[in-house]
């Protein structure tokens, strides 16, 4: 069973930027790929960045690319999400997800999933 904890989150004005941090439990976190995923109230839930096992291949959304940057300290067993010119539309409970081996963009691929840190982001 992994845990996964997500941080960073907060109030910023658009413009602005945030780091998110996804800690794990496993030590083995080389082993799982990870997805960050957002949800807006009353919206479904949207994939966002993902990241392959050694990091070497990351993948996002049309609406977050050039904004947003994943990346990861296996060392650490930590997952970031450097998100940079944010905007009100980037609202959302934040969260990440892991899965063995390969990344998705789907949420139904991923097996564990942080609580969520909320952003919101004031124009």
């Known amino acids: 069973q992994v845990q996964l904890v997500e941080s960073g989150g907060g109030l910023v004005q658009a413009g602005a930027s945030l780091r998110l941090s996804c800690a794990a439990s496993?030590?083995?976190?080389?082993?799982?790929?990870v997805g960050w995923f957002r949800q807006a109230p009353g919206k479904e839930r949207e994939f966002v960045a993902a990241i392959n096992r050694s990091g070497s291949s990351t993948y996002y959304a049309d609406s977050v690319k050039g904004r947003f940057t994943i990346s990861r300290d296996n060392a650490k067993s930590t997952v970031y999400l450097q998100m940079n010119s944010l905007k009100p539309e980037d609202t959302a409970v934040y969260y990440c997800?892991?899965?063995?081996?390969?990344?998705?963009?789907?949420?139904?691929?991923?097996?564990?999933w942080g609580q969520g840190t909320q952003v919101t982001v004031s124009s």
């Open positions: 997800a892991s899965r063995r081996y390969g990344s998705s963009t789907s949420y139904l691929a991923y097996d564990y």
């Open positions: 496993e030590r083995t976190f080389s082993n799982y790929a």
